[in-house]
């Protein structure tokens, strides 16, 4: 009769853990399979209390689901255990272990605060592809028994049957999570591409694509200025950072110089103390290959959230190569375009001058001619009065002729403007441009200043161009503080006494004019940096600490 019970016993045995396998393929969320795992392992083996620990890539738990201990016993005891003792024993050593007392046994670090009593003990560990996953860890067996060698075999058996479920639901969670990086490259490059000014939108744009499928509590875009700083250009997310805040750190610059991801599981190895301190896992992807002067995406999550993988940090960059060759293919489409127009412009201009204007100038000396046939005096008046009229059309007509070769489009904004400037002083030459925008400069710089620094940027890159012999010019805008500055660096041969150049030296005067500053740092064969700056509408920011 024995021998028949247990054959019973058995056969309910095998159809709990056939259900359990069955049950363990139904779901391909990576989390509910977890979950899965844990509920049906104490329903097989009848334990009370059960937690499946997944191990992170430093060999420490980061992941842990409890089964038997209610959401406030939960917080009661505080932080996930952190792999010591004997969860620490079955990390170093993952091969099935069974206790008759877990407190009594040497490795045991006894229990926090708060934490329910255990004696017997089951653990198994968890393998996926051959490589140890996680531990499934049983307690309490109900009616006060002992685990069984049957437990333990039945616990392996769902342990092999959980790491075939957890590598298949990881798979799924991957090739989704690529899809997604996918689709927001793709949404990236449309906007960017099509786009008529996708310069303005388009970092906010990449920043709130990556926020969404990172699942990051913040995204900063960072860009080097002319004099190498990282600043943020843009971000997204509940910590958003202020444009134009600094953003240090050494491998911030090693992601931009080298086009190489980075990826910590805290955000100490990135930013200061205080920072750190609101923000978990990091991330960081150049946007563009090595040293791109589009910069640099960075992402945390926050603080406690599962840590950045190796899929995550490889799809992140492939977004972030597409961005940056989007940001570059949208920026050469728009000189093409600008090109193309600068000629018609010129066409147009000419075709004013050489053709409309002349016969208007003909047409009006043709209409003084008639005053010596016409002796009437209201005739000579209204001949007197079409001829006015003439030469105003023509003087109009030469404000719209200087108006099309100048490029100034009623309308336009500041920064295309100062883009539009830098381009024409460097046009026809071999010089590097690098030209950066910092803040809101379309928005706080009042017309009076804004005038002023457009003369101060033909000045500054005229004198480049025809006295400096440079071979690469960078020039910064930036509109932070309440100032905004003009930074204007080129490596050409520099010059004894810069400020006895006509030209340089009404930069000065145009600073003082509107309440500004200029330097201008020059010496042979070492280039020239000059620096305006003038006030602006703005009230000054306060700094940010994230």
Avoid at 5 to 21: K, R
Avoid at 243 to 263: I, N, S
Avoid at 305 to 328: H, I, K, R, Y
Wanted: aromatic content about 4%; hydrophobic content about 40%; glycine content about 10%.
């Amino acid at each position: 009769m024995d021998r028949a019970e247990d054959l019973l016993v058995i056969q309910e045995h095998l159809e709990g853990l056939l259900e359990a396998v069955v049950s363990l393929a139904e779901d391909l969320s990576l989390e509910a399979v977890l979950d899965r795992v844990v509920h049906s392992a104490c329903d097989l083996l009848d334990a009370r209390y059960g937690a499946l620990g997944v191990i992170g890539e430093d060999g420490q738990l980061n992941h842990f689901i409890t089964v038997g201990i209610e959401e406030e016993g939960v917080r009661r005891i505080g932080d996930l255990p952190t792999g010591q003792g004997v969860l620490g024993l079955l990390i170093r050593e993952p091969r099935p272990l069974r206790l008759h007392d877990l407190g009594q046994h040497m490795a045991s670090a006894g229990f926090p605060e708060g934490h329910p009593a255990m004696s017997s003990f089951l653990g198994v560990p968890i393998r996926v592809r051959e490589k140890v996953f996680g531990n499934l860890y049983l307690t309490e067996k109900v009616g006060g028994q002992d685990f069984t060698d049957e437990d333990e075999d039945l616990a392996v058996a769902l342990a092999a049957a959980a790491g075939l479920a957890i590598q298949n639901a990881r798979l799924f969670e991957d090739k989704t999570r690529r899809q997604r990086w996918l689709e927001a490259g793709m949404s990236v490059n449309e906007h960017l591409i099509t786009a008529p000014f996708p310069q303005a939108g388009g970092l906010e744009l990449i920043a709130e694509q990556a926020l969404t499928v990172s699942a990051a509590a913040l995204v900063v875009g960072a860009s080097p200025g002319p004099d190498g700083i990282l600043r943020c250009t843009t971000s997204a997310g509940a910590l958003a950072v202020p444009a134009g805040q600094r953003v240090p750190g050494p491998v911030m610059t090693a992601v931009l110089q080298t086009g190489q991801g980075f990826r910590a599981r805290t955000s100490a190895a990135v930013f200061d103390a205080d920072t750190a301190a609101k923000i978990g896992p990091v991330m960081i992807v150049a946007l563009g290959y090595k040293a791109t002067p589009n910069g640099i995406l960075i992402m945390a999550r926050p603080e406690g959230a599962d840590p950045f993988s190796e899929a995550e940090l490889e799809s992140a960059t492939v977004f972030g190569t597409q961005a940056g060759l989007a940001l570059d293919l949208s920026r050469a489409n728009r000189r093409q375009e600008e090109l193309a127009l600068s000629v018609d412009r010129e066409r147009i201009a000419r075709d004013l001058h050489d053709r409309v204007i002349q016969r208007l100038f003909a047409m009006g000396l043709g209409l003084q001619t008639l005053r010596r046939f016409i002796g009437v005096t209201e005739a000579q008046q209204r001949i007197t009065t079409m001829t006015m009229e003439l030469d105003e059309t023509i003087r109009e007509l030469r404000d719209t002729i200087y108006s099309l070769q100048s490029g100034r489009i009623d309308g336009g904004s500041l920064t295309d403007l100062i883009a539009h400037t830098v381009r024409e002083g460097t046009a026809g030459t071999s010089i590097a441009l690098d030209l950066q925008f910092t803040g809101p400069v379309d928005r706080v710089v009042p017309a009076e200043v804004a005038d002023h620094l457009l003369a101060v940027l033909a000045e500054g890159v005229s004198n480049t161009a025809r006295h400096s012999g440079a071979d690469t010019l960078s020039i910064g805008v930036s509109a932070l503080d309440g100032t905004v500055e003009v930074l204007i660096v080129d490596d050409g041969r520099g010059f004894d006494r810069p400020e006895r150049i006509s030209g340089l030296s009404n930069l000065h005067h145009r600073a003082a004019a509107v309440g500004g500053t200029c330097t201008i740092d020059s010496t042979p064969g070492h280039g020239t940096r000059i620096r305006w700056t003038a006030p602006t509408t703005e009230r000054p920011a306060t700094e940010a600490t994230a």
